[in-house]
């Protein structure tokens, strides 16, 4: 069960990182400029912060099994409407539908897994679903980039709706037909109670912290070219030792966010700033600079999986839903925010972005040091 869900995670998460890889492709068909193809990954995530929380309200009654499938199938035409786009406003009406599915779909997946699994074994599964998207950068968007080569990149977007629905079809077929009943003078699901502070508290300082990664990492070809000391040439080597320390990451997460829960947490986040500091320290030092790529990309790698097992052991069984939503609302608005901000500090030069950076992922760190709350029951 838990291997489809990892299925699912990277479909999808390559879905939406699909335009990053094609752009050149998609920007000379639809006749507009490769910035305008960025928009449609930054409107992913925008739309993604807007509904998720509104809609697991609004989806609250409906049972998670028969959701988590419909809400991943809902995908597959929403991508095929982008394929068969004649112009640029109908791929990004596309675009913000599919987005919207695949919101709802990361806010139930992550608390879901938090039902079908034992609380010590919380860190481990997560880790294994959200190794998804860790495998979708590192695989399928490079080969959804060689494909569309050969084939152009409406077939690429073709072909990963049939994947998506076929995927959608398999959760289907092996996701228990159930709704969990509530215990008797238990609160109904979705509601806010006490253990929504805590959640909120974790989410913002965690949401800083991918701040601070986003602003780095969207801008990471211009690092590299400006401030490692290595050149351009040493792009594909930076990104691809971002992507297999990430892996690792994830893989420790899963053990980490299950003994030491709250600490992981901590140190993953000190770490994601510790490695930001070595880049800032590296400018045109190249040892320095791919320490601080080593330490940032393990790090970023095992802060997400962690800050999603301690946000759902903070919840109580019925804000666990409801928890779902923050926290993939919290991911996607710091690859929105991060992203935007980088933007707007780059033309300060690459050292400022580095330093701004660092500023926000210092003060998420610090408000997670700063979170006293313990484990719900």
Do not use: C
């Not at 004649?86 to 599919?98: N, S």
């Not at 992550?110 to 010590?120: D, G, L, R």
């Not at 991911?331 to 330093?355: E, K, P, R, Y």
Request: glycine content about 12%.
């Amino acid at each position: 069960m838990l291997a489809v869900l990892t299925a699912a995670t990277f479909w999808t998460v390559t879905a939406e990182m699909l335009p990053s890889g094609l752009m050149p492709s998609m920007s000379e068909d639809l006749r507009v400029s490769e910035g305008a193809i960025g928009v449609l990954v930054s409107a992913w995530a925008f739309t993604i912060a807007i509904v998720g929380i509104p809609l697991v309200r609004l989806t609250i009654r409906v049972p998670r099994t028969l959701l988590l499938t419909l809400s991943l199938a809902a995908t597959a035409p929403a991508n095929l409407l982008t394929a068969l786009a004649p112009d640029y406003t109908i791929a990004l009406i596309g675009r913000v539908l599919a987005a919207t599915a695949h919101g709802l779909f990361w806010a139930l997946v992550v608390s879901y897994v938090a039902t079908i699994v034992a609380p010590e074994r919380l860190g481990r599964a997560l880790s294994l679903v959200l190794v998804g998207p860790t495998l979708a950068g590192l695989a399928g968007l490079p080969a959804a980039a060689l494909i569309a080569e050969h084939t152009g990149w409406r077939w690429v977007f073709t072909g990963l709706s049939l994947i998506l629905a076929l995927t959608a079809l398999a959760l289907r077929l092996i996701l228990p037909r159930y709704r969990p009943a509530t215990p008797i003078g238990a609160e109904p699901a979705g509601t806010w109670d006490r253990s929504a502070h805590g959640v909120v508290f974790v989410a913002v300082g965690g949401g800083f912290v991918l701040v601070g990664h986003f602003a780095a990492f969207t801008y990471i070809t211009a690092l590299v070219t400006n401030v490692s000391g290595l050149g351009a040439g040493a792009i594909p080597v930076i990104l691809l030792v971002l992507g297999v320390t990430g892996g690792i990451g994830v893989f420790v997460s899963g053990l980490a966010a299950d003994r030491f829960p709250r600490a992981s947490l901590v140190i993953a986040s000190g770490l994601v700033a510790a490695g930001l500091t070595l880049l800032l320290l590296g400018d045109h030092r190249p040892s320095a600079f791919v320490a601080g790529t080593v330490v940032w990309g393990f790090a970023i790698g095992a802060f997400p999986p962690i800050l999603q097992a301690w946000v759902l052991r903070l919840a109580s069984p019925a804000f666990r839903p409801l928890a779902g939503g923050i926290i993939v609302t919290v991911l996607n608005l710091g690859v929105a925010i991060g992203a935007t901000l980088g933007g707007v500090i780059l033309i300060h030069g690459q050292a400022m972005l580095i330093l701004a950076a660092l500023v926000a992922a210092s003060v998420g760190t610090l408000a997670l040091v700063l979170n006293r709350k313990g484990v719900s029951s």
